[in-house]
């Protein structure tokens, strides 16, 4: 039987592969999986340069997929898996969608939501960072420093 750690560390494995697709479609590589009961309900990747639009996040495509699959513009039984912390206009999004939970791994030092002293996410949502943050962060370091090179 799986813990709730194990399916914790599954589905951010599974974030983390939509953000290998990310990269290798060219994009920074940031994944997102949305759950409901335990099932996967969404997936997505970052896609702002393939569908040239800086909205393209994976927590916005998978937001909008998770809400089609469900019928429903409120996410309450739903947990998000993201491989790197949610932005702003992200973490808005997730709070108007009133997601029951957050779970995100690499901090994202400059332009996540949490470096803001505000309440940004929906009075009900939980939020847990910090999930295979090492896996999480690798990627997004790695792909920096092919760029840079």
């Known amino acids: ?64 997929s998770a809400a089609n699959y469900l019928n429903s513009k409120y996410l309450h039984d739903c947990t998000i898996y993201v491989t790197l912390e949610p932005c702003l206009m992200c973490a808005s999004a997730l709070a108007w969608a009133q997601i029951g939970r957050v779970v995100f791994g690499a901090a994202d030092l400059k332009k996540g939501f949490k470096n803001h002293d505000i309440q940004i996410l929906h009075p009900k949502t939980t939020c847990e960072n910090g999930l295979l943050e090492k896996e999480c962060g690798q990627i997004l370091t790695e792909f920096f420093r092919k760029k840079r090179n």
């Open 1 to 64: 039987m799986l813990t709730d750690k194990s399916l914790d560390d599954y589905f951010m494995k599974q974030a983390i592969m939509q953000a290998q697709t990310a990269e290798e479609n060219g994009e920074v590589p940031v994944g997102a999986i949305i759950v409901c009961q335990n099932t996967i309900i969404a997936k997505a990747h970052n896609q702002t340069e393939q569908l040239k639009d800086v909205t393209a996040h994976a927590e916005m495509i998978s937001i909008t």
